[in-house]
C-alpha cells in the first residue's frame, strides 16, 4: 500500500525486450497498467516509425468494424456487451482476424449492393404502379363526355389549319420529387414557351430512397405537347431535374395489362427483397455477437504497436529499449508480468528491467480508491501535485464536506442530500454499468462520495444550528420558560427573556441551538455573532494547518533554509495577529456572561473583538464606559504591541533572510570552487536554489556567466517579495474570506425561510377541506423551489465556495501543483476512451 | 460599439470561422507532409491535424481524387453550416461568395455539353457551394438568350447576365467571353455590395476583391495574346474595381506581348514585386503562384482585424488554398514525381 499523504515514488526504468517477446510483454504490462512508457523517438515521424505498418493494418480493422457497426445499429440489432475482457491476441492471429472482417465486409457488400438493386427496381415499379394508376385519372378526365365535345371541335379546328392531318399530342410521363415541381413547372413553361400542358398529382405514400434509404415524397407527372422537337426539350429538362420517365400505353387496354404485369412483378420482388433482408440480418445478428469482443481485441493490439513505436531498437536488432516511468513498489509486480510475458512468447531470454537514475522530475502518481478519487480529482483540477509534495487530497476528505456543510447547515436539505448521495452509493454497479452520456449525470456520480459526505455533515451542522427546512427541532426541551402572565404576553408586543432570572435555566442545552431562538426577534443579530466568529475560527486553524503541512515539505525535501526563513516568520505571523484574535473571542465567550454580578463582567462592559483587533493593529489605545475596564486582563495593551512588533519583524525577516542566505552561501561555494575548477561555480540555473544547496557535492554541469548570476539575485529577490506579500496580504484577505461561511449559511438560512414562509405557510392559513387542497398545491410548489433553488443552486454555489476555500485560503499555503500526471499505458483507459469516442 | 453590434448577429460566426481558422495547417505540418512516402502515410498525418479521422472510413488504397472529394466535402460543410446561421447581411454576403462558384459550374457545363458529354458525368464535377436548381437542366439552352430567359433568370446569376445576351451563339470563345464578363460583372456587384456595407469589412474586402479584379485583367491580357479577340473586347471583359482602375486598365488594353504587360505592373509597387522573379524555369515561380501567395497573404492579413466579415471570405480562400496544396502534395506523392513536391503556397 503506497503513502496516503504524498504521491508514490517513482522511478526511472530501462528495458530490454527481446523482440520476439515484445509483444506479449507489452501487452501484459498494458493488462496491468502500471508502466508509463516515455517516447523514445519524438523526432521521428508517425508515419516513419517501425510499426506503422501493424498500426495501419488495425486502421483497416477498425474501419471494417466500424462499417459493420453501422450496419447493425441501422438494422437495430441488439449488440451483446458481455463486459468480457480478451486478452490481446497473438500478432499471428492477427491475420484470422482480418481474414474473418474481410469476408464479413465483403458479404454484407455484396448483401446490400444486391439490396440496392433490388429496391431500386421495386422502387421502379411502384412508381410505375402510380403512373399507371394517377394518369388513368387524367385519361379518365380527358374521355369524360362532357368535355368530349369541346375537345374534338377544338382539335378538329386546327387540324383542318393545319393541313389536313390528323394533329396527334404527344406525352410522356414520369415521377419527380415533390419540392422539385414548381421550378420544373416553370422551366418548362419558360423553355418551350408556354407550348406544354402539364399535370400532375402527389403520390400519397412516401417512397425509400434505395441509395440512402431515407424516405422521399414524389409526384407523378404527364406532359402533353406536339412535334419532336418539343420532346427533345422536355426530355432534356425531365433529364435535368432528374425526374424518372416511364413508358405508358395511350391505349386504356394496354394500361391495364401492364398494371397487372406491374403488380405480379412486385409481388415476386418482395419474396426476393425478404429473403435477401433475411440473409442480412442473419450475417448481421452473427456479427453483432462478436462485435464487441473484436473491437476490443483490435484496439488492444493497436495500442501494443502504438507503444512498441515509442521504442527504441538496439544496434543487434535483437532486442528493443524502452524507458518507462514505474512506482518503485511496483516493481515486482511489473517483474511478474514481464516473466509471464516472455513465458506466453516461449522465449528464453528473460528481459531485464534496469532502474535507471534521472534527473527529470518524476510523474506525480496517487494511488486512489473509489472512495478517495472524488476527493483527488478536486485537487487535482487546481494543479497535480509536484512530485512527492504533501498531497492535501486526504484532509480534503474531512474538511470539504465540513466547511461545505457550515455554508449549507440544515438538517432537511442535508437529508435530501444524503440520501441521494446514498442511494448513488448503494446502486453504484448497476448504475457504474450503465455508462450514461449525460455530462451533468457523469459529474453527480462521479462525485457520489462527496455528495453523500456533504449530505451527512449538513446534517450534522444542521442539527447544531438548528435548522429543518428553517424550523426549529424541540428534542431536549428549551432551557428558556416565559414568566410573564398571559394578559402580558397578549397585550405586549415585544417582550425580552433575562437570562439572569429564572426566564433561563443558567445551563446551557445540551447540543445546538436552543429551540427558543426560533420565535425570537434578535435570532439573526445572534446567529450572525456566533456564525461570524465560528467562520473566522475554522479559518484561521485551517490556515495554521495549512503552514504546518509547508514544514512537513520542508522537512522531507531538507530545505532547512525555508523552515528557518519562511516557515517559522510565517507561522508567527499568522499566530501573533489571527490566532491571538481567536483566542480573543474565547476569552470573551468565557469571562463575560449576564448572571455575573460584577457589572465589569456583564453584557454592558463586554468589549468588541473587532475594535479590540483594530486598535491593536493601529497602536490606539481601547475606549470604554466610564464603569468598565477597557481591557480584558492587565497588561493587554504593552502584550499586544509586542505582538504586532514581532509580528510586522516577520515580514522583513520572510522578505530578505532567505535571498541573503542563498547568496551568501553562493559566495562560499565560489571561492573554494574557483580554485579548483575554473569554470565550476555553485548555481542555480533551474531557479531551484534549495535543491542546488542540498546537493552541493554534484557539480551543475553548466558554467554559469557573471550576468546569469546576477540575473539570478533580481530574480530571487522578486521571486521572494512576491512571495512575502502575497502572504501578509493573504493572511488579512484569507482570513476576511472565512466569512464567506457566515455569509452563506445565512444566506441559506433566510431563503428557507423565506420559502417557508411566502409558499407553504398560505397553504397551512384554510382551514376545513379547502386546506387539504391548497396544502396540497402549495407543497408541491415548495418541495419543488425546495429541491431546485435551495439544494441544488445553493448547494452548487456552497460547493463552489468551499472549493475556493480550499483552493485558495488553504493550500496556497504549502500546494505547488507543479507536477504532471502518471499516465500508465493501461488498456481500460485505452478501450474508455475509444468506447467514449465514436458516440460524440 | 461597432463591436457590440456586430456581435450580436455575427459574433457567434466569427468565433466559430477564427477557430475553423486554427485549423488551417501550419508550415511544420506541410514539413511533414511533404515527406511522406505513400497516401497511407499523408492519411495518417493528417490524422493528428484538425482534419482528424475525416478519411477514416475510405478503404486502402486511397486515390488522390477521394482525398480531394473529402477535402472539399470538408470545408463545404462549414461553410454550409456557417451559411445556415448566418442573418442579413452576413447571409449575403455568403451568399455571393457561393456565386463566383456558380458562374464556374455554368461554364463547366456549358462546355460540356458543347463537347457532347452527358450531364451526368459533369454534375459530380461541379463544386457543390455552386450548385443551384436548375444547373442540371443547363443544356436545353443553345443561345445564350435561351440560357438566360430559361435557366438564369431565377437564379441569383440573373443580374450578371444581361450583357452577355447579345453573343450569337455558344461556341468556345464565346463561352470564355461569357464567364469574363460573367466574372466581371460579378466582382463589380460584388466590390459594391462590400462598400455599402461600410466599416472594417469594406476596408479588408475591398482590398482583396480590388486585387482579385486586377489578377483577373492580368491574366486575360496575357492569355489574350495570339488569340482572335481584338483589344476593343478584350478591354470590355476587364473588372472595373480594381487598383489598375482606369489608368492601368487602359494602359493594359494596348498590350502586346508580357513584357509590356510588365510594363504596365511596374507602376503598381505590390503588382511589380510579384512580376519580379516569376517566370517559367526551373527554380522559379510562376506568375500564377505568386499571385496565389498574394492573395494567402491578403486573406491572412483579414484576420487581424475584428468585426468583419472579410474572415468568412478569407477562411473559405485560404482552406480552399490548402486543399490545392494536398492534393498537389498527394499528387506528387502518388506519382512518386518528388522534384516539384515544394511547390504548394504555405498559408502560415
Not at chain 1, 418539343?230 to 425526374?243: D, M, N, Q, Y
Not at chain 1, 484561521?540 to 525535501?557: D, R, T
Not at chain 2, 456549358?110 to 450531364?119: A, D, V, Y
Amino acid at each position: 500500500m503506497g503513502n496516503l499523504f504524498r504521491s508514490e515514488e517513482m522511478t526511472l526504468c530501462q528495458l530490454f525486450l527481446q523482440s520476439e517477446a515484445a509483444y506479449a510483454c507489452v501487452s501484459e504490462l498494458g493488462e496491468l497498467g502500471l508502466v508509463q512508457f516515455r517516447d523514445l523517438n519524438p523526432d521521428v515521424n508517425a508515419f516513419q516509425r517501425k510499426f506503422v505498418n501493424e498500426v495501419r493494418r488495425c486502421d483497416e480493422m477498425e474501419r471494417k468494424l466500424r462499417y459493420l457497426e453501422k450496419e447493425i445499429k441501422k438494422d437495430g440489432i441488439p449488440m451483446l456487451d458481455t463486459g468480457e475482457n480478451p486478452e490481446a491476441p497473438q500478432p499471428r492471429e492477427m491475420i484470422d482476424l482480418e481474414a474473418t472482417f474481410e469476408k464479413l465486409e465483403n458479404e454484407l457488400r455484396e448483401v446490400n449492393q444486391n439490396a440496392e438493386a433490388l429496391k431500386r427496381n421495386f422502387l421502379e415499379l411502384t412508381e410505375l404502379k402510380h403512373i399507371l394508376r394517377k394518369t388513368q385519372v387524367f385519361f379518365d378526365e380527358m374521355a369524360d363526355p362532357s368535355r368530349e365535345e369541346e375537345q374534338v371541335t377544338l382539335l378538329g379546328e386546327e387540324g383542318l389549319r393545319a393541313g389536313g392531318q390528323a394533329l396527334k399530342l404527344g406525352f410522356v410521363a414520369g415521377v419527380i420529387l415533390r419540392e422539385r415541381i414548381p421550378a420544373f413547372e416553370r422551366m418548362l413553361w419558360r423553355a418551350c414557351r408556354g407550348n406544354v400542358f402539364l399535370r400532375q398529382a402527389e403520390i400519397e405514400s412516401p417512397l425509400e430512397d434505395p441509395s440512402n434509404g431515407d424516405n422521399v415524397f414524389k409526384s407523378v407527372f404527364i406532359i402533353f405537347f406536339q412535334g419532336d422537337q418539343l420532346k427533345t426539350r422536355v426530355k432534356k429538362i425531365c433529364e435535368g431535374f432528374r425526374a424518372t420517365l416511364y413508358p405508358c400505353p395511350e391505349a386504356p387496354a394496354d394500361r391495364r395489362e401492364m398494371a397487372m404485369g406491374v403488380m405480379t412483378r412486385l409481388e415476386d420482388l418482395n419474396t426476393v427483397l425478404g429473403q435477401t433482408q433475411d440473409h442480412r440480418h442473419r450475417v448481421l445478428v452473427a456479427a453483432a455477437k462478436n462485435i464487441k469482443n473484436w473491437f476490443v481485441k483490435v484496439r488492444k493490439i493497436k495500442a501494443i504497436y502504438h507503444t512498441l513505436n515509442l521504442f527504441n531498437l538496439d544496434v543487434t536488432q535483437k532486442c528493443l529499449i524502452a524507458e518507462c516511468w514505474v512506482p518503485v513498489l511496483d516493481l515486482e509486480t511489473i517483474q511478474l508480468a514481464l516473466r509471464r510475458g516472455t513465458e506466453r512468447s516461449g522465449s528464453s531470454v528473460p528481459p531485464i528491467l534496469n532502474r535507471m537514475e534521472s534527473f527529470e522530475d518524476p510523474p506525480t502518481y496517487n494511488r486512489t480508491n473509489k472512495f478517495t478519487h472524488g476527493f483527488q480529482v478536486l485537487i487535482d483540477s487546481y494543479g497535480v501535485a509536484t512530485y512527492r509534495e504533501v498531497n492535501p487530497a486526504p484532509y480534503t476528505i474531512i474538511t470539504f464536506p465540513f466547511l461545505f456543510a457550515v455554508m449549507f447547515g440544515d438538517l432537511g436539505h442535508g437529508m435530501i442530500m444524503a440520501m441521494f448521495g446514498a442511494w448513488m452509493v448503494l446502486r453504484e454497479k448497476p448504475l457504474a454499468a450503465k455508462k450514461s452520456d449525460s455530462e451533468i449525470w457523469n459529474i453527480f456520480f462521479g462525485g457520489r462520495y462527496i455528495i453523500l459526505l456533504m449530505g451527512m455533515f449538513s446534517m450534522y451542522t444542521g442539527f447544531v444550528y438548528n435548522d429543518t427546512f428553517s424550523k426549529s427541532l424541540n428534542v431536549f426541551g428549551s432551557y428558556w420558560s416565559v414568566n410573564y402572565n398571559a394578559s402580558t404576553v397578549m397585550s405586549n408586543k415585544d417582550l425580552q427573556l433575562n437570562p439572569s432570572t429564572t426566564d433561563y435555566q443558567q445551563y446551557p442545552y445540551p447540543i445546538g441551538l436552543d429551540p427558543v431562538w426560533q420565535v425570537a426577534e434578535n435570532k439573526i443579530i445572534f446567529m450572525n455573532a456566533y456564525k461570524m466568529k465560528i467562520s473566522i475560527i475554522i479559518g484561521v486553524f485551517q490556515m495554521l494547518f495549512g503552514v504546518c503541512l509547508s514544514l512537513w515539505n520542508f522537512i522531507y525535501f531538507q530545505r532547512r533554509i525555508s523552515i528557518y526563513c519562511e516557515f517559522i516568520p510565517q507561522i508567527i505571523f499568522l499566530c501573533f495577529l489571527f490566532l491571538y484574535m481567536v483566542i480573543l473571542m474565547f476569552v470573551k465567550w468565557t469571562n463575560y456572561g449576564p448572571s455575573t454580578g460584577d457589572v465589569k463582567t456583564g453584557p454592558y462592559c463586554a468589549p468588541s473583538i473587532l475594535i479590540t483587533f483594530i486598535n491593536m493593529v493601529l497602536f490606539k489605545t481601547n475606549s470604554a464606559p466610564a464603569v468598565c475596564d477597557a481591557y480584558m486582563y492587565s497588561g493587554q495593551q504593552a502584550f499586544q504591541m509586542l505582538l504586532v512588533v514581532v509580528a510586522l519583524i516577520c515580514i522583513p525577516w520572510m522578505l530578505f533572510a532567505k535571498p541573503a542566505l542563498i547568496l551568501r552561501n553562493k559566495r562560499k561555494m565560489h571561492v573554494p570552487l574557483n580554485s579548483n575548477h575554473h569554470n565550476h561555480a555553485m548555481g542555480s540555473e533551474n531557479g531551484d536554489a534549495e535543491a542546488a544547496l542540498s546537493q552541493a557535492q554534484v557539480p551543475p554541469p553548466l558554467p554559469p556567466h557573471k550576468e546569469e548570476e546576477e540575473h539570478d539575485v533580481g530574480e530571487l529577490f522578486i521571486h521572494q517579495g512576491i512571495h512575502t506579500i502575497e502572504y501578509v496580504l493573504g493572511s488579512v484577505s484569507h482570513t476576511a474570506s472565512y466569512l464567506r461561511l457566515w455569509a452563506l449559511s445565512l444566506a441559506h438560512a433566510q431563503l428557507s425561510e423565506v420559502l417557508w414562509n411566502m409558499v407553504l405557510r398560505n397553504g397551512l392559513m384554510f382551514e376545513g377541506w379547502v386546506g387539504g387542497i391548497a396544502l396540497y398545491i402549495t407543497f408541491a410548489i415548495w418541495a419543488t423551489l425546495t429541491i431546485a433553488i435551495l439544494v441544488l443552486m445553493e448547494g452548487l454555489s456552497a460547493f463552489l465556495h468551499c472549493l475556493r476555500l480550499h483552493w485558495v485560503e488553504f493550500q496556497s499555503k504549502f500546494y505547488q501543483g507543479m507536477g504532471y500526471h502518471f499516465q500508465p499505458f493501461s488498456f481500460e483507459a485505452i478501450l474508455d476512451s475509444a468506447a467514449q469516442g465514436p458516440e460524440e | 460599439m461597432i463591436g457590440c453590434i456586430f456581435n450580436i448577429d455575427g459574433g457567434y460566426l466569427e468565433g466559430l470561422c477564427r477557430g475553423f481558422k486554427c485549423g488551417i495547417l501550419k508550415q511544420a505540418d506541410y514539413l511533414n507532409l511533404v515527406q511522406c512516402e505513400t497516401l497511407e502515410d499523408l492519411k495518417l498525418h493528417l490524422q493528428g491535424t484538425d482534419y482528424g479521422s475525416f478519411l477514416a472510413n475510405e478503404p486502402s488504397p486511397l486515390q488522390v481524387s477521394v482525398i480531394d472529394d473529402k477535402l472539399r466535402e470538408k470545408l463545404v460543410i462549414e461553410f454550409q453550416h456557417m451559411r445556415k446561421h448566418a442573418v442579413e447581411p452576413l447571409s449575403t454576403f455568403l451568399d455571393f461568395i457561393t456565386y463566383s462558384y456558380m458562374i464556374d459550374n455554368i461554364i463547366l457545363l456549358i462546355t460540356g455539353t458543347l463537347h457532347h458529354r452527358p450531364i451526368s458525368e459533369l454534375i459530380p464535377k461541379c463544386h457543390p457551394l455552386g450548385s443551384f436548381e436548375q444547373m442540371e437542366a443547363i443544356h436545353v439552352a443553345a443561345t445564350p438568350a435561351e440560357l438566360y430567359n430559361a435557366v438564369l433568370v431565377d437564379t441569383p446569376l440573373a443580374p450578371f447576365f444581361v450583357d452577355c445576351i447579345s453573343e450569337q451563339d455558344l461556341d468556345e470563345m464565346n463561352i470564355e467571353i461569357i464567364r469574363n464578363t460573367l466574372y466581371k460583372a460579378y466582382l463589380e456587384a460584388f466590390f459594391n455590395f462590400c462598400k455599402e456595407l461600410g466599416g472594417t469589412t469594406a476596408d479588408v474586402m475591398c482590398e482583396i476583391l480590388a486585387f482579385e479584379a486586377d489578377r483577373r485583367a492580368i491574366i486575360i491580357t496575357i492569355n489574350s495574346f495570339g488569340t482572335e479577340l481584338t483589344k476593343d473586347d478584350r478591354a470590355k471583359l476587364y473588372p472595373r474595381c480594381g487598383k489598375l482602375h482606369p489608368d492601368g486598365l487602359a494602359a493594359l488594353a494596348r498590350a502586346d506581348d508580357y513584357e509590356q504587360v510588365k510594363a504596365v505592373a511596374e507602376y503598381y509597387a505590390e503588382y511589380s514585386a510579384l512580376f519580379e522573379g516569376a517566370g517559367n524555369n526551373p527554380g522559379e515561380k510562376t506568375l500564377e503562384d505568386k499571385f496565389f501567395e498574394h492573395e494567402v497573404r491578403l486573406n491572412v492579413h483579414a484576420f487581424l482585424q475584428q468585426f468583419h466579415f472579410g474572415v468568412f471570405y478569407s477562411y473559405l480562400k485560404l482552406k480552399e488554398q490548402e486543399c490545392r496544396n494536398i492534393v498537389w502534395i498527394s499528387e506528387c506523392v502518388a506519382q512518386k514525381h518528388r522534384a516539384k513536391i515544394d511547390n504548394y503556397i504555405p498559408i502560415f
